[in-house]
């Protein structure tokens, strides 16, 4: 599943990230990278323990906690921590695929890779996340604050940026359900049933379609 979500952050709050990424120290983003990835990537992170970036990734998880959406699409388990990472004219990101384990004390499965796009669009030419899948190829460049979630299991590239840098977030979902047919079909069954309690308020039929909801999570969520 390749979701997209808008206004993450809000316009001030972008503003503010971009005012500490800006200032901040960036090093080679090879350094988390595995032995795959680190051949074909070339752009800038924040380390991990960068207070600046310490600082962001609790701001942004923050909001991600609260926001229905992204709770309901990646029924979170765990979540690693943000990342930043910036690219510059003549930087990109070949095709790879995310490691299936990230972590060292604690560890997490990525069932689900995000990235939140800092630049607006109009700031940078290229820089697109371009994500190989079953329905071909797509090309993802959103405003500034939105989201992208999608399966960490693909193959994508970020496209080399020729204009401009182009400022994100990243980081990885394990989610409570591990198969992502059966996760598309709970965030399905969820909106459907939240569409009609706003359209037909309570009734019995949404009790019993939102004891569906409850019971395949029971019988789906790996914990």
Known sequence: MLLPIENLLSAAEVTDFRRVLERA??????????????????NLQLAQDDPLAQELATSLMQRLSAHPLFITAALPHKLFPPLFNAYREGMDFGLHIDNA?????????????????????????????????????????????????????????????????????????????????????????????????????????LLSLSGLYHNLLRQWADL
Not at 25 to 42: L, N, P, Y
Not at 111 to 137: K, N, W
Not at 189 to 205: T, V, W
């Open 25 to 42: 120290d960036w090093h080679d983003g090879r350094m988390t990278a595995g032995h795959q990835s680190a051949r074909v990537k070339h």
């Open 101 to 205: 384990i990230r972590g060292d004390e604690e560890r997490l499965r990525t069932d689900i890779s995000c990235t939140v796009f800092l630049s607006a669009p109009e700031e940078y030419d290229g820089g697109e996340l371009i994500i190989e899948d079953l329905y071909g190829r797509q090309s993802i460049k959103l405003a500034a604050g939105s989201m992208v979630l999608y399966p960490a299991s693909s193959l994508h590239r970020v496209a080399p940026v020729t204009r401009g840098t182009r400022f994100a977030a990243f980081f990885w979902v394990q989610s409570l359900v591990r198969d992502p047919l059966k996760r598309r079909m709970l965030l399905d069954l969820d909106l459907a049933i939240q569409g009609l309690r706003r359209a037909h308020g309570e009734s019995s039929e």
